[in-house]
């Protein structure tokens, strides 16, 4: 018997791997694996790379056995952006990876963002300390011998496409997102590389870059072993998570926004020509589409904070976190906008966009001895709201129409907190039928490599549809609209106090 042809999507995320297995018709099958992340002191993150690699060979292979009757013809990975890893010429890890979210490196991304580089302005003027740019500096300076010992410093989707393939390449969505890399001025620029301190960076880091949606190279046999899959399949390049499910949510043109809502918010959007703000990151040329700009807007700490209630205040229910969550769900739904009076900052791992601050952490304002967990739930379901509202001002500030957002994620399974998002922007938010965007991108992508379509669009148009829309409540426009500049104040008042509690802690533990 014939098989059926299939692509497959890995999306490799903060929590775990997900692997989607999809024919011309949709999702064949879907597999999930978890992982662990680490604190080991404030404000950094850190995961084992063997533990990726072991998800994504007990992932693709329980896709590949549920699924005997089809025949994969294309792969593409998504992953994290910025998290970075050292390894040695075999590939093999030296050290736990820096996670995306770890802001260890602030220092050394003030020091870059001060670089006087018309570079700068494709990123807001800035870099921020999650980047791989301000990490390769910090390994640099305060683990030299790691450094040294280091054949090559990667990303995430870097070492996964490596054993895949065998190949050391890098996404082009990566590099000029996150890297400083420029299609526009001719791809490296050594003299930035060289004022950052990272003269070297041509020896560490892998330099052949590869356009999203591109051939890397066949799967090797090795691969194919541990992934019980034939050799010789071909591996298309991925990018940033979040870019894959921009294009796995069809927002493939300009005027709708793409909300990746997770651990982080990633908020994108796609234009014709560049907007330049330092509230945003971008405009980022050529990253997915070949002569169109992205600009991003983000938030590290999201889903991550809603859950730290469930986990510290809702123990009642073990590891049953759903029904934690809608038994918080029903209580936090008693409750109006405000919170009882609560106002929160959503920024726990800093603050990625529009205020770019890494050394600001999270706050809870307002507490009574009446406040109960419900509030406490709410009113940081409106934080991350507000946080959302302020990235989408900065986009409309700068004359950038957004029509309608289109969400993904985790959170968008939660009914309440959906509204609060859509009643605070003001804004409606669109579900589409089939929501693990990131490995829809992924296999997009793949469809178009393995000639199914001639473009992303039309790969997307056949793949993407529309599930439900939530519309705002014109009725608590003016009460939101009240706590979010409330929000905004508080930031602007508590910011020193927090700026020295965090530079106390940190100097105190060099000194210890």
Avoid at 314 to 343: T, V
Avoid at 351 to 356: D, E, G
Avoid at 358 to 375: D, F, H, P, Y
Wanted: proline letters at 4%.
């Amino acid at each position: 018997m014939e098989k059926i042809p299939a692509v497959m999507g890995i999306d490799v995320g903060t929590q775990g791997v997900k692997v989607g297995l999809f024919t011309l018709n949709g999702l064949h099958t879907l597999s999930y694996k978890r992982y662990n992340t680490h604190f080991p002191h404030p404000g950094w993150a850190e995961q084992n790379p063997q533990d990726w690699w072991k998800a994504i060979k007990e992932a693709v292979r329980e896709c590949v056995s549920s699924a005997p009757n089809t025949a994969v013809k294309g792969i593409c990975v998504s992953a994290t952006s910025s998290t970075v890893l050292c390894v040695d010429r075999e590939g093999a890890p030296l050290a736990p990876a820096i996670m995306w979210m770890d802001m260890r490196a602030s220092q050394e991304a003030r020091e870059i963002s001060n670089i006087d580089d018309p570079i700068l302005r494709y990123s807001g003027g800035e870099v921020s300390a999650e980047w791989m740019l301000p990490k390769t500096l910090w390994l640099k300076r305060n683990r030299p011998e790691l450094y040294k010992q280091s054949y090559k410093i990667v990303e995430q989707l870097d070492w996964i496409n490596y054993l895949l393939t065998g190949k050391w390449v890098a996404s082009q969505c990566n590099t000029t997102c996150k890297w400083g890399y420029s299609s526009k001025d001719g791809g490296w620029k050594s003299e930035f590389y060289t004022a950052a301190g990272l003269r070297d960076f041509y020896e560490k880091w892998p330099t052949e870059v590869i356009p999203m949606g591109e051939l890397i190279g066949p799967l090797t046999k090795q691969a194919g072993e541990d992934l019980n899959l034939d050799a010789d399949i071909p591996v298309f390049q991925g990018g940033i998570d979040a870019y894959a499910a921009m294009i796995g949510l069809g927002v493939v043109n300009e005027g709708q926004m793409a909300v990746i809502m997770g651990t982080s918010f990633v908020h994108l959007v796609l234009s014709n020509k560049p907007y330049f703000h330092k509230g945003l990151w971008g405009p980022y040329p050529d990253a997915v589409f070949k002569d169109m700009w992205v600009l991003e807007g983000g938030q590290a700490s999201c889903a991550s904070i809603v859950n730290w209630v469930v986990d510290e205040m809702a123990r009642e229910y073990g590891d049953d976190s759903i029904k934690a969550h809608q038994k918080l769900i029903n209580e936090a739904s008693e409750l109006g906008p405000g919170a009882n009076g609560l106002i929160s900052l959503d920024m726990w791992q800093g603050n990625r966009t529009p205020f770019r601050d890494s050394l600001i952490t999270g706050v809870i304002a307002g507490l009574t001895l009446n406040t109960n967990r419900a509030a406490i739930y709410r009113s940081l379901m409106e934080s991350v709201a507000f946080g959302t509202r302020a990235i989408i001002d900065i986009f409309k500030s700068n004359g950038y129409q957004i029509n309608g957002v289109v969400a993904c994620g985790g959170p968008t399974k939660n009914s309440l907190w959906l509204q609060i998002i859509a009643d605070v922007l003001q804004i409606p938010i669109t579900i589409n039928k089939f929501t693990e965007a990131g490995i829809l991108g992924g296999a997009i992508l793949a469809s178009v490599g393995a000639g199914w379509f001639h473009s992303i669009e039309e790969s997307a148009k056949n793949f993407v549809k529309a599930g439900y829309t939530v519309y705002p409540n014109k009725d608590v426009t003016a009460e939101y609209s009240f706590y979010y500049q409330c929000y905004l104040d508080l930031y602007k008042s508590i910011k020193p106090i927090l700026h020295r509690i965090y530079n106390y802690r940190a100097n105190s533990r060099r000194l210890s």
